[in-house]
């Protein structure tokens, strides 16, 4: 099970897209405190949880270290994961970077494009500081987690990234379905997924063989996520990022709910009860139509529980944003006959395909 700890609501950007803003029509976040107001002892009932993943999420989350501190103390058999924007990763001590098993570090691909978004000079600081904890030998997975847009080159930001040198996976969520237009986000989303999205992820799934067939399997995590199933033979029956089935989010007041970045769902339970038992929250809020009746359904699982049940944009606009998921499977697939023969024939191994190993929060479907 994946639980995220809702830490804070506060963060020092004002990024362009982001769901912490005072736009109701994205995220609701006044229903909950701006900090937590549970007693920490509560996290102690996730201990019967076989497998707990706990991910830190904001706002941003180092801006309680406190927080992070004690769940550390109150489970610690569990993996650690944090979804930061990296300003303060230089002020993580050694006792808490250690621990964590993934961190993910918001950058949206080079400088122009990251600080286009995210404000001036917030590229510049989010690699110096991925930059330090590499110096301090920090051995965990760092993932660039990009949120693309029309000012998004999809195969030159994750080439870039991948170039660096310092992240071992890049991933990446479309930056559409928020809100009650398709117009608030995009000038013509349907020509930037035509001539940009769409012909990008062919490019960069080409890029990909390239390397594949050179026995380098590059960190690209929703073609290594897909790529996994398909290999596999596995047919999808939950949304793959687990939200309402095996994931979950605690709020900053204790209550539980099945995705952090939808906090106007109705809770599912709420960790300050004294009958709370992880147990009850498996399978409790899934995808239901259009993505459950989709014929894809059993290969991408179901694009985004929150997007699914609000449909913001609409039938037509959450069919518009589906032709991105059906084109990058469609462009993965393909390839799969290929890959199975350079695993034969040992060129890489099944374990390069076979990512995440565990739910480390990246979605796999953008």
Known sequence: MLLFLTLTQRCQLQCRYCGSSTNEDIEDVACHPPEITYEYKHLEKLHSVKDLVICFYGGE?????NCIEAAI??????KFCLQTNGLLLNKVPD????KLDTILVSIDG?????????????????IASVKGIRERKYKGDIIARMTVSEVCDIYKSVTHLLSLGLFDHVHWQLDCLWDSDMTERYKDFHAWRDTN???????LT??????????????IVPFQGLLKSFVNGEKVKRIRCGAGSTAFNVT?????????IAPEFDPLNDLNSPDFKPEDLIDKKLVGPPCSECPMFEKCGGRCLYTNKTQWWGIEGHKAVCNTVWHLINS??????????LIEAKVIKKADIEYPTYNNSCEIIP
């Open 73 to 78: 103390k109150f489970l610690p058999n569990a």
């Open 197 to 203: 999205y769409n012909p990008g992820i062919s490019k």
């Open 95 to 98: 006792s808490i970077l250690h």
């Open 110 to 126: 080079d400088e122009a494009t990251t600080d286009f978004n995210r404000g001036k000079g917030t590229y510049g600081k989010a």
């Open 252 to 260: 900053t007041a204790g209550l539980i709910n099945a995705c952090p």
């Open 206 to 219: 080409e890029f990909f063989m390239e390397n594949v067939r050179k026995g380098i399997v590059p960190g």
């Open 332 to 341: 993965l697939e393909k390839n799969v006959p290929e890959i199975k023969t």
């Open 61 to 65: 989350p180092l801006l309680q270290m």
